[in-house]
């Protein structure tokens, strides 16, 4: 049962698309677990750029079956214009499946979120406004709408009318906001029913039997460890469980089916959206980052928060997800620099600590302690194999291996698809 997670080692953002892609065409199938479309991978097939936002990365691979579990949030007009685009560059979508369990992201949920986070002011969380919260919040408060409720207008209509008893009267009386009209949303969302209908798919019967056939099963996460609602930086989390646990309640697999769990890590870190970060730079270095590694999210367009990588968070993930390997991405980018610090612990109130503190109040106050590597000069985008690597190079890749905790199995070089050493096979 070859069934591998594939997910974030960090804040998100670490180039889990490339990772995917990479693998798309050994892989008979690839699933989108959790999240929705406040997620995004940047995909460079050729001289091609992709931009999927809530798509799995393997729909850009051929004679793979690219899959939205039924732990995903899905706004129907973002995945139908995904599909759209995608269609008119030539990419079959025929093949993609949808869990009929997955909820929507109504029109009411963005509503919310966006005037709640305003209303937050200095204590915003940094969200996309995207609805997604809004919606993980619905689905436990047992009032969300499913992707099958789409098919059954009497069942849609009782459960509208449900989520907007409360919502209306919070928008009305507290938000000074318009009452949304059951009849607008029920008529939005019935009028995506039969676009989406070719896609709707017991996912969760599908992927188990592709497993007892010994097919190749990927899970893919959406966002990274340190974003997860229960092990990440709370309340500066998503709403969902990007961590390896997530992908089988988000898939409807046992955890005995999971045979490898590879950590996307870059050689730096970056975050989006408000949060502790310790090694953030706010300094010429982190511009530089920022710049050569072309750090600007995907789905927000917000630039991205750069600093030095940390040791003590790649450690976490390592141990949070029970990561089997490592890949490393952007590597490329640190070139150039004479030395290049990395955290290896924190210093908190005057102690050494080299484990992520559970304590929020602690990790808003960690300062990073770094240990200098040498850098290097040479241009890397062309190599192909480990030995290619310039000396300080290896060296630093293998110095992030040992702070860690698991293999390096592969490393990214540059954007571009073959742009990857490959040095242990993931399957």
């Not at 950590?263 to 953030?280: C, H, M, N």
Request: charged share 20%.
């Amino acid at each position: 049962m070859p069934a591998l997670v594939l997910l974030g080692a960090q804040w998100g953002d670490e180039g889990k698309g490339k990772a995917t892609d990479l693998l798309g065409g050994s892989v008979d199938y690839v699933v989108r677990y959790q999240g929705g479309n406040n997620a995004g991978h940047t995909v460079v097939v050729g001289d091609q750029k992709y931009a999927l936002h809530l798509l799995p990365s393997g729909i850009l691979s051929p004679g793979c079956t690219p899959v939205i579990g039924n732990g995903v949030v899905v706004d129907p007009s973002v995945l139908l214009s995904e599909l759209s685009g995608l269609n008119e560059r030539g990419v079959d979508t025929s093949k993609l499946l949808i869990s009929g369990n997955a909820h929507i992201i109504t029109s009411y949920n963005v509503t919310v979120d966006k005037v709640s986070e305003r209303f937050l002011g200095k204590r915003k969380i940094g969200t996309t406004g995207r609805g997604i919260g809004p919606t993980y919040a619905d689905k436990i408060n047992r009032v969300g709408i499913r992707v099958q409720d789409l098919y059954d207008e009497s069942i849609l209509t009782q459960k509208v009318e449900a989520a907007l008893d409360v919502k209306n009267q919070m928008l009305t009386k507290f938000y000074n906001r318009r009452a949304i009209a059951v009849e607008q949303v029920v008529e939005e969302l019935l009028g995506y029913a039969d676009k989406l209908a070719p896609y709707v798919a017991d996912t969760v019967l599908v992927l188990n039997q592709a497993l007892e056939q010994d097919k190749v099963v990927l899970f893919e996460g959406g966002q990274g460890t340190l974003l997860d609602i229960d092990h990440g930086t709370y309340p500066f989390v998503t709403s969902s469980n990007p961590t390896a646990g997530g992908a089988c309640t988000g898939a409807g697999v046992g955890p005995t089916k999971i045979s490898r769990v590879i950590g996307i890590l870059k050689a730096y870190t970056t975050r989006v959206g408000a949060g502790p970060f310790p090694t953030e730079l706010f300094d010429e270095d982190g511009e530089a980052l920022r710049r050569i590694g072309g750090e600007r999210g995907v789905t927000t367009g917000r630039d991205r928060r750069c600093g030095w990588f940390d040791a003590v968070i790649a450690r976490y993930a390592t141990r949070v997800n029970g990561l089997t390997d490592f890949f490393l991405t952007k590597l490329d980018v640190l070139t150039g620099w004479e030395q290049i610090p990395v955290c290896v612990a924190y210093e908190i109130d005057g102690r050494r600590v080299e484990e992520l503190p559970y304590s929020q109040s602690d990790f808003h106050h960690a300062k990073p302690v770094y240990e200098m590597l040498p850098g290097w000069s040479e241009d890397i985008s062309k190599a192909k194999s480990f030995s290619d690597l310039p000396k300080n190079a290896q060296a630093y890749v293998k110095a992030l291996e040992e702070m860690s905790g698991a293999p390096i199995s592969a490393i990214g070089v540059g954007p571009g698809r073959d742009e990857t050493i490959e040095i242990n096979s993931f399957l």
